[in-house]
């Protein structure tokens, strides 16, 4: 890595590198605090860099409600690919009726963001996400979430017998 690189080091630092020095290397970390660590610690350590990251993977479910028609369960995935059509810097890469969840019928959609830049990854995948609730308000297709049934039977008092 080099000097403004955004790195994350094990599983809990992550920043942009400040400086690179002898012994240590100065990160800024997104809450704002300066992270000092021994370059001793780095060479043992996982990084991964992301200024290098060509493109992103993103893996998103999306769930329908139970009595969604089944026309409208087969034009969804069409309805994601005319999305992504319109979408500059992503692909879809496959959308899928996936499985039949506790609480929704669930599609997987799995689709590349051609950036590294963080903030033009969320402005594209936003688009892409408001993309999707406004043909689905428009066509009727309601997303799911977490509901339970119950259902409640109504029993007849039990017949009063007489003792005479």
Known sequence: FQIGDYIAVGTDLQGTVKKIGLKTTRIDSLQGEEIVIANRDLTNARIHNFKKMAKRRIVNIIGVTYNTKQNHLKQIPKIIKE???????ADCDRMHFKEFGPFS???????????NDYKKYMDIQQKINLGIK?????????FAYPTQTLF?????????????
């Open 105 to 115: 019928l669930n599609f997987e959609l799995v689709y590349f963001v051609k950036t």
């Open 83 to 89: 999305i992504f059509a319109k979408t500059k810097m």
């Open 134 to 142: 406004e043909t689905f308000d428009k066509k009727g297709i309601e």
């Open 152 to 164: 409640l039977e109504n029993l007849a008092e039990p017949k009063k017998r007489s003792l005479t």
